[in-house]
């Protein structure tokens, strides 16, 4: 029976012996993969820098964009106030236009009555110049004067015309 006991511890070294080597490979392969782990981690440690590094630019690069943005907006600011403050003064003109237009147009309105009389009396005016002049100058001969009388007549004629259709024109 002791043969069976030294076997039966044989056996048990050999299994242990078996056990222990095998730990040691996956303990070894663990080790490695830890390794590469480790070597990874500390990589992504830098690009993590990196990238921090970066966003802090970025954000800095951002809030001086965001900065220089709102002065050119209070700039822009500036310039719209002016250009409304044009466009005000253009609609005060307007009104004041339109106001003297109306104040005028009914002015005209209420004298037109007095204007086309003016009108006609000026006619009559300048008719009875006309006259007084004929009756004033010397008679050199009467072929001439009947000559220029008729020549006088004619646009006289037309001129009259035209005095009564601005007549016609001012009472309409």
């Known amino acids: 029976m002791e043969v069976i006991l030294y076997l039966s511890v044989a056996l048990i070294a050999i299994a242990f012996l ?8 996956t303990l070894k392969s663990v080790k ?5 782990v480790s ?6 440690e830098g690009q993590l820098q990196g990238v921090t590094k970066e966003s802090a630019d970025l954000l800095h690069k951002t809030n001086q964009l965001a900065e220089d ?10 310039v719209v106030y002016a250009v409304k403050g044009v466009g005000d003064s253009i609609n005060d003109l307007n009104t004041s236009v339109r106001k003297v237009t109306n104040s005028v147009s009914s002015e ?3 004298n ?15 008719e009875l110049r006309e006259k007084w002049k004929q009756k004033n100058t010397p008679t ?3 072929v001439e004067t009947t000559e220029q009388h008729e020549h006088i007549q004619e646009p006289r004629s ?15």
């Open 18 to 25: 078996i056990l222990v080597i095998s730990l040691t490979n």
């Open 32 to 36: 490695t993969t830890l390794d590469s």
């Open 39 to 44: 070597n990874t981690m500390e990589g992504l």
């Open 69 to 78: 943005i709102q002065k050119k907006s209070e700039s822009l600011n500036t």
């Open 108 to 110: 005209l309105e209420r």
């Open 112 to 126: 037109q009555h007095k204007i086309s009389q003016a009108v006609q009396w000026g006619n009559v005016i300048m």
């Open 140 to 142: 050199e001969s009467k």
């Open 158 to 172: 037309k001129e009259k015309k035209q005095r009564v259709r601005m007549v016609q024109r001012a009472r309409q």
